[in-house]
T-cell receptor, first 118, second 111 residues
Framework: DGGITQSPKYLFRKEGQNVTLSCEQNLNHDAMYWYRQDPGQGLRLIYYSQIVNDFQKGDIAEGYSVSREKKESFPLTVTSAQKNPTAFYLC?????????????????FGEGSRLTVL | QKEVEQNSGPLSVPEGAIASLNCTYSDRGSQSFFWYRQYSGKSPELIMFIYSNGDKEDGRFTAQLNKASQYVSLLIRDSQPSDSATYLCAVNRDSSYKLIFGSGTRLLVRP
């Protein structure tokens, strides 16, 4: 079945370490996103990518980096520069239609990765 | 002022009642509006979307949009315990890829 796979589901990081969260989709979607969710909070956009080899910063990109070398993959690296990285990270994809989220506006989410800094 | 505001709740309703969830947004140019449901520890899933003023019904769910008042709501009729979740309002303000999410309203449906 088509979907989005995030790994790992749980991740622990020591202070000063970089970690990379994996996101793979087989939905043939052009656009992919990374969101961060803190307890009791909504989703905040970290980075998004409309096409391969191109990505844009979202609202909270500092301390994060991404790459989009393949349509199917959009990994997120949480660097040591991110001062408060403990959060629930959600990867999503959508059908790209001329610069807009598709008419349904539907984001397809992975199951999330929960990162904890020790 | 947050771009998308929701009452955090919890909103508690008895089984079979109508649950009314509300959302206000600050950008008058916002064009499309979405309701996502998120169970605890899980990822959000789309329930409804609405673009035009008025009501849009889908089964037990009705989305209501009033652009003049910058207000969007979600009504859940015949609420079930399985509806207990956090409901996230999201706004696409400029036809871009960026959905702006509210912080969500937690709904509890009492058996």
């Amino acid at each position: 079945d088509g979907g989005i796979t995030q790994s790992p589901k749980y991740l622990f990081r020591k202070e000063g370490q970089n970690v990379t969260l994996s996101c793979e989709q087989n939905l043939n979607h052009d656009a992919m996103y990374w969101y961060r969710q803190d307890p009791g909070q909504g989703l905040r956009l970290i980075y998004y990518s409309q096409i391969v080899n191109d990505f844009q910063k979202g609202d909270i990109a500092e301390g994060y980096s991404v790459s989009r070398e393949k349509k199917e993959s959009f990994p997120l690296t949480v660097t040591s520069a991110q001062k408060n990285p403990t959060a629930f990270y959600l990867c999503a994809s959508s059908i790209e239609t001329s610069g807009r989220i598709a008419n349904t506006g539907e984001l397809f989410f992975g199951e999330g990765s929960r990162l904890t800094v020790l | 002022q947050k771009e998308v505001e929701q009452n955090s709740g919890p909103l508690s309703v008895p089984e079979g009642a109508i649950a009314s969830l509300n959302c206000t947004y600050s950008d008058r140019g916002s064009q499309s509006f979405f309701w996502y449901r998120q169970y605890s520890g899980k990822s959000p899933e789309l329930i409804m979307f609405i673009y035009s003023n008025g009501d849009k019904e889908d089964g037990r769910f009705t989305a209501q949009l009033n652009k003049a008042s910058q207000y969007v709501s979600l009504l859940i009729r015949d609420s079930q315990p399985s509806d207990s979740a956090t409901y996230l309002c999201a706004v696409n303000r400029d036809s871009s890829y960026k959905l702006i999410f509210g912080s969500g309203t937690r709904l509890l449906v009492r058996p």
